[in-house]
């Protein structure tokens, strides 16, 4: 079975969700904080919680309207009737009135891999209800009746027919003895303990785990030993699982060695970190659960993102019978799952809003994302993006910004492209950087509204500079000079930054004689001081290579006890230079203002 689309109404966040289509694979949920990913996935599990939506209108106990879910679930004949087998129920089905044809008919999809839509919608704190007729697929006449079913002998027995239309088979969907959705919340589990019972399928929020996991390593040691061996994949530190009688109780116990059987070198599942009882009962749901809905919420929360790129991996090559729903704010999950869309949820003030990004976008942003390290969800929830060179350039602009009291708006992001070699590289020719430019713009336009880019100058000429910001509608723009350490060669600020981290006084005049030394050999013996001035900044300022000149200056002028290192030594050279001579920055604090000018500009359009 699995979910092909819901509808959340009056929900927490949600006041109308509108149909949200599921994919029957992997499904990825996106979104900020308290956007609303954990409302939806809370939403779809069994047993709705009433949590009536609010908002600035409407927030009085008698003007709020009661929580559902509708639901469209698609299941075939084997599985319901495999569902009808194990829960032993009496079941309700409506029919048409030409009911000489249709017990036929209903039995022959019963016995097939056929399948059909179940119309549901859940209410709070009772079973999932129909809210259409199931079997119209089967005829086209209108149910009038309903036929009660159960098995008999292993065969679906027709044992009564009554007038009306009641439909009771959303009973098997959340049946204790068959459960079809799993859910797994973000917060720490404590199941590593429960009062013996007999258990053969985990729960739906698997409180019976250890009874599970004692009857299965009893009784069904294969798959208990299966559910051992694919944790130590996802947990490698988990060397065995083992569940031991306690007091009336079972207990979980973890040992990292699996060779060893001594209880004392045991841990109890409730003491060992954050993720191992989630990955237990996850393993325990895939691998014992036929055809079930999976959710997990916030996976990255719990488990580290190596953790969870193997246990994606598991979903995928092997278990891939069911469907999963996962949330998260991780890259690298998106990345992982390798989805065909991605639901993305944005809040406005009271009300969470769902945005599908369809195979065609993600795959494309992927595509983006892994040729220019751009981290997705950067991106997500902003209505503008700022791209700038890298972490440092993020930083120190931020820095800029906030010196000079210039607000960023919430609307806007400034995420930095950290692999932007092929900027640089090809940045030669105007068309290849164009080239470059434009791909990228196009697979980040599904995440965001508008952008610009504010990228190195390195060896552009100043013709391909124009060119670029003409051809681009001022989007792409190339830093005045080289790169950002061009605008970080002050002489008095790398004296200070010197003194923190060597403890050696070195003066500033001699920081601008090393300067003056280092920059003619980057520029084939010429003197920088010999050059023409340019808008009162000299012109070998504006084309030296200054991530060069800065790391030898920081090795000659520390005597080798000291590597410059871009990001670190970047930042603290932005923040002494604003303490001390703002005004040196000033060009630079115009280029970063007219950027994020920009950004705000092409989003609002």
Not at 106 to 130: Q, V
Not at 175 to 199: C, E, K, M, N, W
Not at 344 to 352: C, G, L, V
Not at 563 to 591: C, M, P, S
Request: charged content about 20%; some cysteine; aromatic content about 6%.
């Amino acid at each position: 079975m699995r979910i092909s689309q819901a509808k959340i109404l009056s929900y927490a966040s949600f006041s109308d969700s509108g149909w949200i289509e599921f994919s029957p694979t992997i499904n990825v949920i996106v979104g900020e904080n308290n956007s609303g990913k954990s409302a939806l996935l809370s939403a779809l599990r069994p047993m709705l919680q009433s949590k009536p939506h609010k908002s600035g209108t409407k927030f009085r106990p008698g003007d709020l309207e009661q929580s559902r879910t509708e639901l469209d679930i698609v299941i075939n004949g084997r599985e319901l009737l495999d569902r009808l087998s194990a829960t032993n129920v009496e079941i309700l089905i409506p029919i048409s009135e030409n009911i000489n044809n249709y017990p036929t008919e209903l039995l022959t999809y019963l016995k097939s891999d056929s399948e059909i839509t179940y119309f549901g919608i859940r209410h709070p704190n009772s079973e999932i209800m129909a809210r259409a007729d199931f079997f119209r697929t089967l005829s086209d006449e209108p149910n009038q009746y309903a036929r009660r079913v159960r098995m008999v002998g292993g065969e679906p027995t027709f044992v009564g027919l009554e007038s009306g239309t009641q439909n009771t088979i959303g009973q098997l969907f959340d049946h204790a003895a068959v459960p079809g959705i799993y859910y797994f919340a973000a917060q720490r589990l404590s199941i590593g303990t429960a009062a013996i019972a007999d258990s053969k399928l985990l729960s739906e929020n698997a409180s019976n785990l250890p009874n599970v996991l004692a009857f299965l390593q009893g009784s069904r040691r294969a798959i208990f030993d299966e559910i051992q061996l694919r944790v130590r994949e996802v947990l490698p530190s988990v060397g065995s699982i083992a569940v031991t009688p306690t007091g009336g109780s079972h207990r979980i116990l973890i040992r990292t060695d699996p060779q060893s059987s001594e209880e004392e070198l045991a841990f109890d599942l409730n003491e060992c970190g954050t993720g191992v009882a989630q990955v237990i009962a996850i393993l325990t749901a895939v691998i014992t659960a036929s055809d079930a809905v999976i959710i997990v919420d916030e996976i990255n929360s719990f488990l580290h993102p190596a953790a969870v790129k193997r246990l994606i991996s598991l979903f995928k090559l092997l278990y891939n019978k069911h469907q999963y729903i996962i949330s998260t704010h991780s890259a690298d999950t998106i990345s992982a799952s390798a989805s065909d869309h991605v639901i993305f949820i944005e809040r406005d003030q009271y009300e969470s809003k769902v945005r599908r990004i369809a195979g065609s976008d993600v795959n494309a942003m992927r595509a983006a994302a892994s040729r220019l390290g751009i981290s997705m969800l950067d991106v997500f929830g902003y209505e503008s993006v700022m791209w700038v060179e890298g972490p440092t350039e993020e930083h120190c602009f931020r820095a800029i910004l906030a010196y000079h009291s210039t607000a960023i708006p919430g609307s806007v992001a400034i995420a930095s492209v950290p692999s932007t070699g092929d900027f640089s590289r090809k940045g030669s020719t105007k068309k290849a950087l164009l080239g470059i430019f434009e791909q990228t713009a196009r697979a980040v336009a599904p995440l965001s509204g508008g952008m610009s880019f504010a990228l190195d100058r390195d060896n552009a000429s100043q013709d391909a500079v124009d060119a670029v910001f003409e051809s681009t509608s001022g989007k792409l723009r190339l830093l005045p000079r080289y790169c950002i350490e061009n605008y970080l060669l002050h002489s008095a600020a790398i004296s200070e930054i010197l003194l923190q981290l060597i403890g050696v006084k070195i003066t500033p005049e001699t920081v601008t004689q090393a300067i003056s030394s280092v920059a003619s050999e980057l520029m084939g013996g010429k003197d920088p001081s010999s050059l023409p001035l340019v808008t009162g900044n000299e012109a070998w300022l504006q084309r030296v290579d200054g991530a060069k000149l800065m790391s030898r200056i920081f090795t000659v002028l520390s005597e080798t006890k000291l590597v410059y290192r871009k990001v670190e030594h970047g930042k603290l050279l932005t923040e002494e230079i604003l303490r001390r001579d703002a005004q040196y920055l000033n060009e630079l604090r115009l280029f970063v203002e007219e950027r994020l000018t920009k950004a705000v500009e092409v989003g609002g359009t």
